[in-house]
């Protein structure tokens, strides 16, 4: 079946290192491919999507690349700050819905002063 | 424009009670989803409802049901509660739950079962 597989936290930096969150999925077919993130008591927000191979997905200076080739959707930002701390969820979708998510365990972030 | 809210934010329970769930999603999403957040299994999806009607189920016991409402609310119950059932309950909506458009996630229900 489908499923996602991230990189286990928790990840701890300075304020302006890189960050890599690693993510791979195995899926039959063609997923639509996203990054959650979590804050401190609050629900889930969208943070990036992708909807097809090589294309890239971007905001609040995070990105992430669908590569087709690897299945991984990997998540990057230059330099993190302590607003970025937070726990980040990978996902796929599946049959063409966007409301059936599998979603990786989650890896949380804490960004250092 | 409102968010997702789910009510009641906390409760506690003890085993072989029951419990229900609220969720009113943003004005206009019709479809809402339900899923279950533990530390161990992660997110995990439980069912979906468009337009009153449940069209997708993950893998959960029958304890676990919900239903929507006309005007897009829904609440999920859970029945015999176990201690298992401890978690962090998140309702989501869409507009139509169709393509790849953004799910909107409430801050969640969280359960503790004693």
């Known amino acids: 079946g489908n499923s996602v597989t991230q990189m286990e936290g928790p990840v701890t930096l300075s304020e302006e290192a890189f960050l890599t969150i690693n993510c791979t999925y195995t899926?039959?077919?063609?997923?639509?491919l996203f990054w959650y993130v979590q804050y401190p008591g609050e629900g889930l927000q969208l943070l990036l999507k992708?909807?097809?191979?090589?294309d890239k997905g971007s905001n609040k200076g995070f990105e992430a690349t669908y590569r087709k080739e690897t299945t991984s959707f990997h998540l990057e930002k230059g330099s993190v700050q302590v607003s970025d701390s937070a726990v980040y969820f990978c996902?796929?979708?599946?049959?063409?819905?966007?409301?059936?998510?599998?979603f990786g365990k989650g890896t949380l972030l804490t960004v250092n002063p | 424009k409102a968010g997702v809210t789910q009510t009641p934010r906390y409760l506690i329970k003890t085993r072989g009670q029951q419990v229900t769930l609220s969720c009113s999603p943003i004005?206009?999403?019709?479809?809402v989803s339900w899923y279950q957040q533990t530390p161990g299994q992660g997110l995990q999806f439980l069912f979906e409802?468009?337009?009153?009607?449940?069209?997708n189920k993950g893998n959960f016991p029958g304890r676990f049901s919900g239903r929507q409402f006309s005007n897009s609310r829904s609440e999920m119950n859970v029945s015999t509660l176990e201690l298992g059932d401890s978690a962090l309950y998140l309702c989501?909506?869409?507009?139509?739950?169709?393509?790849?458009?953004?799910?909107?996630f409430g801050e969640g229900s969280r359960l503790t079962v004693l």
């Open positions: 996902a796929q979708n599946s049959g063409g819905s966007n409301y059936k998510l599998t």
């Open positions: 004005s206009g999403h019709r479809s």
């Open positions: 899926a039959t077919g063609y997923p639509s």
């Open positions: 409802y468009f337009s009153e009607t449940q069209r």
């Open positions: 992708a909807t097809k191979a090589d």
């Open positions: 989501a909506s869409s507009t139509t739950g169709r393509g790849t458009g953004e799910l909107f």
